[in-house]
């Protein structure tokens, strides 16, 4: 079936800088997309979310931008800080003709040099 | 506030034993998902109550998969017969969604099943 597309890699970034997150997303019924960060031992805590009838949304520290032409979502966090490391998903969700279930990807590591 | 709570958090079983995890939401949330997490990857979708009914059971792997949500609180996963596929950390999420509503879901802390 369709879901989210998102590579894992490895971001690396130093304290202070910006750091950009990607994801590609194939369903194109999908009205509703969350970002969500994962700490080790952790479950995913909510980011940000942003729905389909909007290309920008932004939050504290972080931007999410949403591409519905070439299906791609984006993730900004401001003047990363150590405590921004983790693993990072953007989810899916086809809203309630979907069942409101999360289609997830693989995730990407943020590393946060100091 | 409290959040969605599960436990065990770490759960050891030999192959061809039942486990039972438990999740308890946010009070007052309608909604409740159940996901399976691998390592190295992100969660996948096992099963959705909305009150006590069981709406989406699609995610289930197999028939030794059963969920259960009796009075539309405090649900509970079963596995039977646990194989060593089964290891993986299983979430809970809650939302406060009504039909047709689309609310985000809060992730409880997990229950890292090792089946040895």
């Known amino acids: 079936g369709e879901s989210v597309g998102l590579h894992l890699p490895t971001l690396s970034v130093q304290e202070g800088d910006n750091s950009i997150i990607n994801c590609a997303y194939s369903?194109?019924?999908?009205?509703?997309f969350i970002w969500y960060k994962q700490e080790s031992g952790k479950g995913p805590q909510f980011i940000i979310d942003?729905?389909?009838?909007?290309d920008k949304r932004q939050g504290q520290r972080v931007t999410v931008l949403l591409n519905k032409t070439v299906k791609h979502l984006s993730l900004q966090i401001a003047a990363t800080q150590p405590g921004d490391s983790a693993v990072y998903f953007c989810?899916?969700?086809?809203?309630?003709?979907?069942?409101?279930?999360?289609?997830f990807g693989t995730g990407t590591q943020l590393k946060v040099e100091l | 506030g409290a959040g969605v709570s599960q436990s065990p958090r770490y759960k050891v079983a030999k192959r061809g034993q039942d486990v039972a995890l438990r999740c308890d939401p946010i009070?007052?949330?309608?909604?409740l998902f159940w996901y399976q997490q691998a390592l190295g990857q992100g969660p996948e979708f096992l099963t959705y109550?909305?009150?006590?009914?069981?709406?989406?059971k699609s995610g289930l792997p197999s028939d030794r998969f059963f969920a259960e949500r009796p009075e539309g609180s405090v649900s509970t996963l079963k596995i039977q017969r646990t194989q060593q596929e089964d290891s993986a950390v299983y979430l809970c999420?809650?939302?406060?969604?009504?039909?047709?509503?689309?609310?985000?879901?809060?992730f409880g802390p997990g229950t890292r099943l090792t089946v040895l």
């Open positions: 999420a809650s939302s406060g969604s009504f039909q047709g509503n689309t609310d985000t879901q809060y």
């Open positions: 369903n194109s019924a999908s009205d509703y």
């Open positions: 942003i729905r389909s009838n909007m």
């Open positions: 989810a899916e969700n086809m809203g309630p003709g979907g069942g409101n279930k999360l289609t």
């Open positions: 009070s007052g949330h309608v909604s």
């Open positions: 109550f909305q009150n006590e009914a069981q709406l989406d």
